[in-house]
C-alpha cells in the first residue's frame, strides 16, 4: 500500500495560470474534440436569463456541436446550501432542462447529456472518499464560498455550505471531464477538483492515475450588467430578461432599463456603462458592432436604443422561444431527455466508483 501524498496546500490564487490553461485546453478541444468529455451544469433556481444565454449557454452549444461528449449537471443538491426551495426544486430542475434544450443542447445529439446530480447514486458516493481528501481550513478559505456566505446574510452556516465544493469535484470527476466551461467565479472549485484529483491519484494510484486533472474553459463573453445598471444581471436582483419572456414582456423589461440623461447615443462603456450595456447587448444580438449601433441611433435618445434592442432580442429570441413552448407542451420528451442523461451519468458513474474502491482497497 502506498502512503504517498501531495501535501502541497491548495491554491486558489491562481487566475493567469488558469487563463493559460484554457487557452490551451481551447485549442485542442478544437484540435480533438474525441480526447474530451466536458461538464457543466448549473443550480436549478429559477429561468434562464439572456446573461446565461450569452454568457455560457452558447458556449456549451458551440462545444456540444464540435462533437465533444458533453455532460450537464442540473446541481439540485447545491441549491439546498443557502435556499429553501426545497417544494419546487422538481419544477425548477424540469424549467432548467427546458431552457437549456430550447437553447440548443440537443439530448437527440447521442453526445449530450443532461442529468439532476440527485438522482446519480454513483456520483454522491464519491463525495465520502474524497472528503478526506482535503482540511478544514482549505475549505474554509475558498473565496467564492466566502461571498456567498456573506451574501446570503446566513446566522447559522449549515456544514453542505463549507463542502459543496468536494461535492463539485464529485460532479466533475465522477465522468473523469477535462473540460469545464465556467465564469470565473467558479475557478476556486475547479481548483479543488484539481487538488482532489491529484491527492486521490498519489495516494491511492500513483501506479496508474484514476483521474485526470480537469481544467476550467473560460468563455469570452464578457458579464452582462444588470438592467438596473447593476453589476451583474441575476434573478435575484430582478433586473434580467428571462429567456422565457414573451415579446412584449420584453419590450416592458426593457422600457424600464437604467440610462442616463444624455440624448446623444455613444459608446462609451467606461464613462456610460448602462448605455454601453445594452448596445452591446444589442450587438450579441444582431452580430453588429455596438459603435455601429450607436452611430445609427444617434441622437434618436435612450427611446429609440431601447426600440432597437427590444427587436434585436426578439427577433434574435424567437426560435429559442418557439422551441420553449413546444418543449412546454411536452414535457414527456424533456422527461424522457433527462432519464437518458441519468442513465448514461449511472453507467459512467458506476465505472469510475468501481476503480475508485478498487485503488482503495475497499471489500468488494
Ligand atoms: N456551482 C455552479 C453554480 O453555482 C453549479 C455547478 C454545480 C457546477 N456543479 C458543477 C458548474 C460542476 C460546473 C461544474 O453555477
Redesign the pocket.
Known amino acids: 500500500m502506498t502512503t504517498s501524498d501531495n501535501s502541497e496546500s491548495l491554491s486558489y490564487d491562481t487566475f493567469s495560470a488558469s487563463l493559460q490553461r484554457s487557452k490551451e485546453l481551447e485549442a485542442d478541444l478544437q484540435k480533438n474534440p474525441q480526447n474530451h468529455r466536458v ?5 436549478p433556481t429559477g429561468d434562464l436569463h439572456i446573461g446565461h444565454f450569452f454568457g455560457s449557454l452558447q458556449n456549451r452549444v458551440r462545444l456540444a456541436n464540435m462533437g465533444v461528449e458533453t455532460f450537464i ?1 442540473i ?1 439540485d443538491y ?1 441549491v439546498l446550501t443557502d435556499r429553501e426551495v426545497f417544494d419546487q426544486i422538481a419544477e425548477y430542475t424540469l424549467n432548467l432542462a427546458v431552457d437549456y434544450i430550447a437553447a440548443g443542447l440537443n439530448p437527440d445529439s447521442g453526445n449530450v447529456f443532461i442529468f439532476p ?1 440527485s438522482a446519480v447514486p454513483e456520483l454522491n458516493q464519491l463525495l465520502l472518499p474524497f472528503l478526506n481528501l482535503v482540511s478544514i481550513a482549505e475549505l474554509e478559505r475558498n473565496p467564492t464560498v466566502k461571498e456567498e456566505i456573506e451574501a446570503s446574510k446566513m446566522t447559522r452556516i449549515n456544514a453542505g455550505m463549507f463542502t ?1 465544493p468536494v461535492h ?1 469535484a464529485a ?2 470527476l465522477f465522468c473523469k471531464a477535462t473540460a ?1 466551461p ?1 465564469g470565473k467565479d ?1 475557478l476556486p ?1 475547479i481548483e479543488m477538483t484539481r487538488t482532489v484529483a491529484r491527492r486521490f491519484n498519489a495516494k491511492y494510484s500513483s501506479d496508474k492515475p484514476v483521474f485526470p486533472e480537469p481544467q476550467g474553459l473560460l468563455s469570452k463573453a464578457p458579464t452582462i450588467l444588470g438592467l438596473d445598471g447593476s453589476k451583474k444581471m441575476s434573478k435575484s436582483r430582478n433586473n434580467t430578461i428571462p429567456l422565457k419572456a414573451t415579446e412584449d414582456e420584453t419590450a416592458k423589461i426593457i422600457k424600464k432599463a437604467v440610462t442616463d440623461p444624455e440624448r446623444l447615443i455613444t459608446y462609451e462603456p467606461e464613462r456610460r456603462p448602462q448605455v454601453a450595456n445594452l448596445l452591446e447587448i444589442a450587438s450579441y444580438a444582431t452580430g453588429r458592432t455596438p459603435e455601429e449601433i450607436a452611430q445609427e441611433i444617434g441622437d434618436g435618445g435612450a427611446g429609440k436604443l431601447k426600440a432597437y434592442l427590444t427587436d434585436s432580442i426578439n427577433t434574435y429570441l424567437k426560435p429559442l422561444r418557439t422551441k420553449r413552448a413546444e418543449l412546454t407542451g411536452n414535457m414527456d420528451y424533456v422527461r424522457a431527455s433527462l432519464d437518458k442523461g441519468i442513465q448514461r451519468a449511472r453507467e459512467v458513474g458506476e465505472k469510475t466508483l468501481l476503480e475508485v474502491r478498487e485503488a482503495m482497497n475497499m471489500y468488494r
Not at 461538464?39 to 443550480?43: P, W
Open positions: 461538464l457543466t451544469g448549473d443550480r449537471v446541481a447545491q446530480h459543496y463539485q460532479d466533475i469545464v465556467v467558479q472549485h
